[in-house]
């Protein structure tokens, strides 16, 4: 059975920093993500990585870094100079595809959340 299980939230001022992590058991993936979806919005995509080079959304760029450690089969996010308008919940995603999608529908498995608060 997969599972994707997310930790690593909370509260944070602006210009602070979090690192999210993301354990997946069950089986391994090419490809790993991580999405967001802030109040009242649609899930967006933030990072993924697969056996290739990272991808960003320009959100990101500058200020997350995705990282995975593949003997522990986990993901990770560094959030650095967080902003309010990072506040979301994130969430883990996982595929066996080609290369790193950033839609939702190209994702088949994904963690529960973890919610981030950036305060101002």
């Known amino acids: 059975q997969v599972q994707l299980v997310e930790s690593g939230g909370g509260l944070v001022q602006a210009g602070g920093s979090l690192r999210l992590s993301c354990a997946a058991s069950g089986r391994t993936f090419s490809t790993m993500g991580w999405f967001r979806q802030p109040p009242g919005k649609e899930r967006e995509f933030v990072a993924g990585?697969?056996?290739?080079?990272?991808r960003y959304a320009d959100s990101a760029k500058g200020r997350f870094t995705i990282s995975r450690d593949n003997a522990k089969n986990t993901l990770y996010l560094q959030m650095n100079s967080l902003k309010p308008e990072d506040t979301a919940v994130y969430f883990c995603a996982a595929a066996q595809v080609y290369g790193v999608p950033t839609t939702t529908r190209r994702y088949d498995y994904w963690g529960q959340g973890t919610q981030v608060t950036v305060s101002s």
């Open positions: 990585i697969s056996w290739s080079a990272p």
